[in-house]
């Protein structure tokens, strides 16, 4: 094991205040890690970054790699959208190996998940992911027409249907709002019931319905499970597809 200089001595020290307050901000834990990693400032004690991550920190030198490569992600997203808040969506993100995939489906996720104000979960960021490779025919670009499955095809149909749907109730659900701040208000709770109330269950309706993957039981080729279509909204794939 080699020394370290008394600059790097002190780097180190303050690298690791940052990781054991730790959880302060994933970023700044992933950042920290890269750090340490990259210019093995663990050697003085441990041989390999594994032997530090457990040793150091009792996590796994994968878990420490996560961070890293969640932190790493966040460097190629567009800069005019909001970064990950958690690490669980960074990773989700990181998960996404090519960078222009990564930065659609991050913009996708986005825009839908701040329509309702909030930021997506790791979890949409998986379904999305899923959505826009079957689109756009995961990893060759060339496939012929022929080549694709009917569940495939089928989507490719729908897709454009249900997010022109979406956007059509985003924007009565945005007018709706604004009549139930004019005169029309009462009026716009006949029957017990708000308009706002009835758009939103259809939001929800058509958000429930739409495609989220190829059905796992025939690989799309159609069976009595996905109903003689091919592919799965996201309750029925996530209940058939094994866990990634
Ligand atoms: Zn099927």
């Given amino acids: 094991m080699t020394e370290l200089t008394t600059i790097e001595i002190n780097r180190l020290e303050r690298l690791e205040e940052i990781v054991s307050k730790g959880m302060r901000s994933f970023v700044e834990v992933g950042l920290a ?24 920190w009792q996590f796994s030198a ?50 839908r998940a701040t329509a309702e104000g909030r930021m997506p979960t790791a979890r949409e960021i998986g379904e999305i992911d899923i959505e826009v490779g ?5 990893d060759d670009g060339n496939e012929e027409w022929n080549e694709f499955t009917d569940g495939e095809r089928n989507m490719t149909e729908v897709k454009p249907m249900f997010r022109e749907l979406g956007d059509l109730l985003r924007r009565a659900s945005d007018i709706a709002d604004a009549l139930s701040r004019t005169s029309a208000k009462q009026w716009m709770l006949t029957g017990g019931s708000s308009l706002q109330k009835h758009i939103r269950d259809a939001r929800d309706h058509v958000n429930a319905a739409r495609p989220a993957g ?18 799965m909204n996201g309750t029925r794939l996530h209940h058939y597809r094994p866990s990634r």
Avoid at 134 to 138: L, N, Q, R, Y
């Fill in 62 to 111: 994968s878990r420490g790699r996560q961070l890293v490569g969640a932190v790493g992600a966040l460097a190629s997203l567009p800069a005019e959208l909001p970064k990950p808040a958690n690490a669980a969506q960074a990773e989700a993100l990181a998960r996404i190996a090519d960078e222009s995939r990564r930065s659609e489906v991050w913009t996708i996720a986005v825009q």
């Fill in 134 to 138: 079957d689109v756009f025919g995961d």
């Fill in 214 to 231: 190829v059905c796992p039981l025939c690989s799309g080729a159609r069976c009595a499970k996905c109903f003689d279509t091919g592919w």
């Fill in 33 to 56: 890690l890269a750090e340490i990693q990259s210019n093995r400032l663990y050697r003085a004690q441990y041989e390999t970054f594994e032997e530090y991550c457990q040793e150091r």
